[in-house]
Each structure stands twice: as structure tokens, then as C-alpha cells.
């Protein structure tokens, strides 16, 4: 079964700050981008990869691509990403070919390690759309104005990770149907919900977590220089 990647990597990054967008900060010396997309390339079963990415950082970002060892004889490809994660992933399932799955991961997760996203592809492969999550282990409230309206059942609450695994014409499909109904969703399973099917969640891991604020990058080049990760 044919499985292509689409890498979303054109957001800004403002709660992280500096000077560049998020997939271009450096973790540990090197691009966040090219991180997780040596992760990504370490799975056989993927066949090419398309990181999306915003259109100023396009002849940069190929430039980086080009001249990093490990990754310049890869097939991958770029798209220029849109104003929001969905238009960003949409455009990349315009460069996704004719694959059998699509996987779909945020350029933000560099620490994916390679049985989770088989884990995902398998998953996908019987159950038609996947994902990884991690049950919460915090109390989740809703609150409005500083005052709590409302406590949730935390035995049926997930936070949900990538790489979202779906079939080619799932998620084609239920993108369409986002976009004719207007609807911006937060990521691609979502889009799949909202198009009225099932999405099936595996186990997710504690170390794929997103590079969203400065303490995350703290704790990536904690883990980096201990070792934990590569």
C-alpha cells in the first residue's frame, strides 16, 4: 500500500517568538523542519514527502533541504501553505499523488518516533482514518471570564497528537466538505468527523510533543543534550 506524508510546517510561531517562523528555529542546532522530516523519511513504508511551508521561507527552506546530508537525496517536495492549517493542508494533499494513504503530521513534533507512525499506518490500513492520542491527566474545565462553567469527565478525554493517518479519498473528501460548509477545523481528524465518519485512536507517546512556547524548546534541548532523543 502506497503512503505519502504531507508535513505541515507554514505556520508563524508567534507564541514561541524570535525572528523566524517555528520550523526554521533551531532545536539542538539544527531546523526544526529537517528534524522531523529525518523522522518521518526513517519509515520504509513512506514513499515522498511534501512540507508545506510559508511562501517567503520557500527558496530558504529549499536551500536547507539541498544542503543537509541526510535528507537531500530524499523525495520530498514543497507547497507553499495558506493562511490557516487547513488551507496549509489542503494544499498539500494537492502535491500528495496518487498514494493509497495520506499521513499528515505537524512539522512542530520532531521527536515522532518511527513505531508510532507505523503504529498510525497500520491503524489507518483497517480502520480507514487514525490517529494517536494520549489519555488527560489533568482536570479539564471549561472557563469563561476566569470562572469555571463547567468540569469534564476526564475518563473519555484524549489530547490528540500527529501523524493523522487517512485514506487518500477520506480525507480529499471530508477537506471538500469542510471547505463548502465553511468550517475551519483544528486538525484533519476533525474534518473527518464532521464528514460523518469514524476516526480510530492508538496510543500516542509522551515525547512527541508539539514545539509551541520557549519552555518546549528548553525541554527538546534538555532531552537532546541527556540523550533521550535524536
Known amino acids: 500500500m502506497r503512503v505519502s506524508a504531507i508535513v505541515l510546517a507554514a505556520g508563524e510561531g508567534r507564541r514561541l517568538g524570535g525572528d523566524v517562523p517555528k520550523a526554521f528555529a533551531s532545536i539542538g542546532g539544527r531546523p526544526l523542519a529537517l528534524r522531523t522530516l529525518e523522522r518521518i523519511f526513517s519509515?520504509?513504508?513512506i514513499e515522498r514527502v511534501t512540507l508545506v511551508v510559508p511562501a517567503a521561507q520557500l527558496e530558504r527552506c529549499e536551500t536547507l533541504l539541498k544542503g543537509d546530508p541526510a535528507l537531500r537525496?530524499?523525495?520530498?517536495r514543497l507547497q507553499v501553505g495558506g493562511a490557516t492549517?487547513?488551507?496549509s493542508a489542503q494544499r498539500g494533499l494537492e502535491e500528495a499523488g496518487e498514494s493509497d494513504l495520506i499521513l499528515i503530521h505537524d512539522a512542530a513534533r520532531p521527536f515522532v518516533s518511527a513505531q508510532l507512525?507505523?503504529?498510525?499506518i497500520e491503524a489507518a490500513m483497517r480502520h480507514d482514518a487514525a490517529v494517536p492520542g494520549l489519555p488527560a491527566r489533568d482536570t479539564i474545565k471549561i472557563v469563561k471570564d476566569h470562572w469555571i462553567e463547567k468540569t469534564l469527565e476526564r475518563d473519555s478525554l484524549w489530547e490528540i497528537q500527529t501523524p493523522q493517518v487517512f485514506r487518500r479519498e477520506l480525507i480529499v473528501a471530508a477537506q471538500e466538505n469542510a471547505a463548502r460548509a465553511g468550517?475551519?477545523?483544528?486538525?484533519?481528524?476533525l474534518a473527518v468527523e464532521r464528514f460523518g465518519k469514524p476516526v480510530f485512536v492508538v496510543e500516542g507517546e509522551r515525547l512527541n510533543f508539539k514545539i509551541t512556547v520557549p519552555e518546549d524548546v528548553w525541554l527538546a534541548e534538555l532531552l537532546l543534550r541527556e540523550g533521550r532523543v535524536s
Not at 537525496?73 to 520530498?76: I, L, T
Not at 507512525?117 to 498510525?120: L, N, S, T, V
Open 43 to 45: 519509515v520504509s513504508m
Open 183 to 189: 468550517l475551519e477545523v483544528s486538525d484533519d481528524a
Open 117 to 120: 507512525i507505523i503504529r498510525c
Open 85 to 87: 492549517r487547513q488551507q
Open 73 to 76: 537525496h530524499r523525495p520530498w
